[in-house]
């Protein structure tokens, strides 16, 4: 299965975007559901997440309440929805997924997903 992830783009700070994650098979079936970010130089970083089946998520400090993370059954779509967007969040996004089991703990870890989107750029403007 591949992520697609799609969305990014070029944005003033205070606006907004979504951001949209979409596995190659509609059966594909991951429990969590992360979004992590880089920028050159830096570790990925955790954003937030979803569970798939409870719609619970969890979100960095960074972004709490500004980011929101959902998901379409239907279209196997997650989306990270991007409010009150900051230069410091200019970064390539990346939407990532796992096939193994893991403890609700490890969700805020990029180790726990082994299927990553292609990353899409977001670049916000001051």
């Known amino acids: 299965v591949q992520l697609q992830a799609s969305g990014g783009g070029l944005v003033q700070a205070g606006g907004s975007l979504r951001l949209a994650c979409s596995a190659s098979e509609r059966t594909f079936q991951s429990r969590f559901w992360g979004w992590f970010r880089q920028t050159p130089g830096k570790e990925r970083e955790f954003v937030g997440r979803i569970e798939w089946r409870t719609r619970y998520t969890w979100y960095a400090d960074s972004v709490k309440g500004r980011f929101t993370v959902s998901r379409d059954g239907a279209k196997s779509t997650v989306?990270?929805?991007?409010?009150?967007l900051k230069p410091e969040d200019t970064a390539v996004y990346y939407c990532a997924a796992m096939t193994r089991p893991i403890a609700m703990g490890m969700s805020v870890s990029s180790s726990a997903y082994d299927i990553w989107g292609q990353g899409t750029q977001v670049t916000v403007s001051s």
Do not use: K, W
């Open 79 to 84: 989306y990270l929805q991007m409010q009150s």
